[in-house]
């Protein structure tokens, strides 16, 4: 513990009370933490998955931590890394590496995930009103080629950015151009979207990024062609053959005579007839996102599983066990979680 006795009053130049000294050293006006030790917490509660588990690894270290302390932590400073990018958001984005050579294409991939928040009725003890509500959080992912790579079978990133959003498609789309834009999408030659067949992910890749070459990730393809064999068969095992051969086709260069196969089916009355004119649409509107061939012999994804890893680890921390959040606090949390994982650490301690 470390005392300082020093002058404070009102500044005769501007007409504000403070401490000359606190401001000189950055601190707020009624802040205990300094930056710096500021900073380390907020780092250990970014890559731990709850504020308990934080604050058990700071004591483990030697550290005085409470899981409340790391909670107002997160609150303020996920607020600060929140302004600062709204502020980006009204500048033109500036590339964080604007060194780096051109790029031959820049993957983008959107996909959404459930996360549990405390709704209008949440503590109250006699209420109609949901306590507990289910609400779509959206995340996107932007990676140049050079950054894919694999390593033991397994398919790796040197570097991503990843951003989430809760409320209107469009904004995500705004949020994660910006972030793009400032890992090297302006140094991108061509663009490239790969996601499942939500129709607000084809949306915002028409807002924000039209031209770029998008793809239909093949296993959301491949699951919608079992559901359609399932249904002329009767059963998987039956219909294995005749998948077995569509989803050949479709990744071989094949996909105009898959797609003409599965649009000639009959659908009769019944549930089969349903799911047979369900899936008939579902590949009538993605025929063009189709051409895994050629998509797949320039090197680049066919499938989306960078963002679907993605959703996972944030899942790993918004949706344990327990855990029922507010959307500010959801919000601030990820805001302060996407500082650090997307560049913009250091900001958020600079005054």
């Known amino acids: 513990m470390v005392e300082i006795r020093t ?13 000359p000294l606190r401001e000189r050293w ?19 509660l970014t890559v731990t998955t709850s504020y308990a588990g934080a604050a058990a690894l700071l004591r483990l270290l030697g550290h005085t931590a409470d899981d409340a302390t790391l909670h107002a932590l997160a609150q303020k400073r996920g607020a600060r890394a929140e302004a600062q990018t709204q502020q ?10 604007p060194q780096r050579a051109a790029s031959e294409v820049g ?3 959107l996909d959404g995930w459930q996360v549990r928040q405390r709704g209008p009725g949440w503590g109250k003890k006699a209420t109609a009103q949901p306590r507990v509500e289910w609400h779509e959080w959206k995340t996107g992912v932007f990676y140049l080629q050079e950054q894919a790579a694999r390593k033991n079978g397994r398919g790796e990133l040197s570097d991503k950015v990843v951003v989430s959003w809760q409320g209107e498609p469009l904004e995500l789309g705004r949020r994660l151009h910006l972030a793009a834009c400032e890992h090297g999408l302006g140094r991108a030659q061509q663009k490239l979207a790969v996601s499942d067949g939500a129709p607000w992910i084809w949306n915002v890749v ?11 990730d093949f296993y959301h393809a491949s699951q919608h062609v079992w559901n359609l064999g399932e249904a002329i068969k009767g059963d998987r095992e039956a ?18 005579a898959a797609l003409r196969t599965m649009a000639g089916l009959a659908a009769g009355a019944g549930p089969a007839g349903e799911v047979i004119r369900r899936e008939q649409n579902y590949f009538a509107g993605h025929a063009g996102r189709m051409n895994y061939q050629a998509v797949a012999e320039r090197g680049w994804a066919i499938g989306s599983g960078a963002v679907e890893s993605a959703c ?20 601030h949390l990820c805001a302060l979680i996407e500082a650090r994982q997307n ?9």
Not at 90 to 97: S, V
Not at 312 to 331: A, E, M, P, V
């Open 7 to 19: 002058w404070h009053g009102q500044d005769p130049a501007d007409g504000h009370w403070g401490c």
């Open 26 to 44: 950055g601190l707020a006006a009624y802040q205990q933490l300094s930056p710096g030790w500021e900073q380390q917490l907020a780092f250990a």
């Open 88 to 97: 980006r958001l009204k500048q033109p984005a500036q590339e964080q590496a």
């Open 107 to 109: 993957v983008l991939m």
């Open 206 to 216: 028409a807002d924000r990024w039209p031209g770029a070459v998008e793809v239909l």
């Open 239 to 256: 219909a294995r053959p005749w998948v077995e051969q569509q989803l050949h086709q479709l990744r071989h260069g094949r996909q105009a």
């Open 312 to 331: 996972l680890q944030r899942q790993g921390r918004f949706k344990r066990s327990g855990q029922f959040w507010t959307q500010r606090g959801h919000h």
């Open 343 to 351: 560049g913009h650490w250091d900001a958020l301690w600079n005054q």
